[in-house]
C-alpha cells in the first residue's frame, strides 16, 4: 500500500514522502525483479530527484524491500523501517507453515523457474483483485474477514482510511497480478541479499494481533539486525501503521 492518505500528515512535520510502483503495479511495465533490484531502483530514483540521503518504510511485503535498499545502498540510508513486515521464511520459525498449497506449490518452483513460481503466486491474487474490481466499499471490507483483527476493522471504520485502502490497493492491480506474484518470489522465496549486513538503524514496528504477518518476523529480524529496534503493540494487527504515522516518519527522520 502507499502512503497516500498521508501525505498532508508528512507535510505537517517536515518530511517529503517519495513512493514508486515496483515493476507490474499501477502503470509499471510488468518485469520479472527482486529485492536488490528494487533497492536500486530506488537509487535511480533519488539520484533523478536530487535526493542523496534518505530513509526508507516499508509496510508488510514492502518491509523486506526497505531492508534490502539499506543493504545495498550502503551508506545513503540513515535508518529503515518495517511496519508489519515478513522476514525471510526459510529462517523465520515457523513461516513456512503458514504458506498455503498454491503458495507452497510456487515456492517448490525455486529457484529453477522464477517466472513459473511468480505466475503460480500471482493466481493466488486473482480473487482479491477481482473482489477490489467490483466490490463496494463495505463490501471489500467484508471480504478481509478473519484475516483482520478487530483493531484492524476499527481502523477501516475511518471512511478516509478505507477510501485510501481500496483506492490504492485498485491501482496496484489494474494490470491483474504479476507484480504481487513476482513480488512473493523477491520475499517469500530466498532473499538475494543478506539482512545481517545491515548497519544503519532499522525500526521495527508490529502488533500482537497481525493475522496476515506474524510478529515472529519482527522478533527474527530484531534478533538478527545489528543495530534494531523491535516495538510489539498489544491489541494491534496489520494496519497499525495507520494509527502510527506520525510516530514512524518522525522517528525515521530524528
Known amino acids: 500500500m502507499d502512503m497516500a492518505f498521508a501525505h498532508d500528515l508528512a507535510a505537517s512535520v517536515g518530511v517529503r514522502l517519495v513512493s514508486f510502483d515496483r515493476p507490474g503495479y499501477g502503470g509499471s511495465t510488468v518485469a520479472p525483479f527482486s529485492l536488490s533490484s528494487v533497492a536500486y531502483d530506488t537509487a535511480v530514483i533519488a539520484d533523478a530527484l536530487g535526493i542523496e540521503d534518505f530513509a526508507t518504510l516499508g509496510h508488510s511485503g514492502g518491509g523486506p524491500f526497505s531492508l534490502a535498499a539499506a543493504a545495498a545502498l550502503d551508506g545513503r540510508v540513515s535508518k529503515a523501517g518495517v511496519a508489519s513486515g515478513g522476514g525471510p521464511f526459510e529462517r523465520v520459525p515457523g513461516a513456512m507453515n503458514s504458506l498455503d498449497e498454491g503458495d507452497t506449490a510456487a515456492l517448490a ?82 532473499w538475494d541479499f543478506d539482512p545481517t549486513v545491515i548497519d544503519c538503524p532499522v525500526l521495527l514496528w508490529y502488533g500482537d494481533e497481525d493475522r496476515l504477518c506474524s510478529p515472529s518476523s519482527g522478533r527474527w529480524l530484531h534478533q538478527n539486525l545489528r543495530n534494531s529496534t523491535f516495538v510489539l503493540r498489544p491489541g494491534e494487527g496489520h494496519l497499525g501503521f495507520m494509527d502510527h504515522t506520525r510516530e514512524m516518519l518522525t522517528s525515521l527522520t530524528a
Open 109 to 190: 518452483l525455486l529457484p529453477g523457474d522464477p517466472a513459473g513460481a511468480a505466475a503460480r503466486f500471482a493466481a493466488g491474487f486473482e480473487a482479491f483483485a477481482e473482489m477490489f474490481a467490483t466490490s463496494t466499499l463495505a463490501e471489500v471490507s467484508a471480504g478481509f474477514g478473519p484475516i483482520l483483527s478487530d483493531r484492524d476493522r476499527a481502523i477501516l471504520e475511518d471512511t478516509d482510511l478505507a477510501v485510501s485502502l481500496g483506492l490504492s490497493m485498485k491501482e496496484a492491480l489494474r494490470q491483474g497480478c504479476m507484480g504481487s506474484g513476482w513480488d512473493n518470489v523477491s520475499w517469500v522465496g530466498p
